[in-house]
């Protein structure tokens, strides 16, 4: 009886250590697999896109449809990657996203108004904020 006990805690410890890797290279892993840098590098694109469009006066509610869609899309794809194994990354990144979405559902229904297209750039500005200092923390995190 107490050597099954003992086999079987043995086992256990072997197991536990098999399955844990550190928090750095958790989020390393994270970023990799979720190709977190080509994305934040394209919803930075794109807000930029969309702020151009909704600076510029002339532009057409349909291609303020067009690039506020396509913004709004990849932010939902992004947010599907989260959590993070990193809280504060989590936290950053979500906030961003939020941002950023809220910007490209304001700069999709903006038209020709004015303070729509200005509440839109405020939200677009905000998340490329956000972002950029999770993107230093994803950074930060995942160095050992």
Known sequence: MIRTVALLLGAGLLL??????????????????????ANTKTLTTDAKHAALALRDPSTSSASLH???????LETEQENAALP????QSTNLISKALDDLGAGAVECYG?????????KA?????????YLAEASARVASASTP
């Not at 536990?16 to 840098?37: D, E, F, L, P, R």
Request: hydrophobic share 40%; charged share 10%; aromatic share 4%.
């Open 16 to 37: 536990s250590a098999c399955g844990s890797i550190s928090a750095s290279k958790a989020m390393t892993n994270w970023a990799t697999q979720n190709g977190y840098v």
């Open 66 to 72: 067009t690039v506020c869609a396509v913004l709004d």
């Open 84 to 87: 993070t194994p990193d809280n």
């Open 110 to 118: 903006a038209s020709s108004n004015v303070a729509k297209r200005a």
């Open 121 to 129: 750039l405020a939200s677009l500005s905000s998340g490329v904020g």
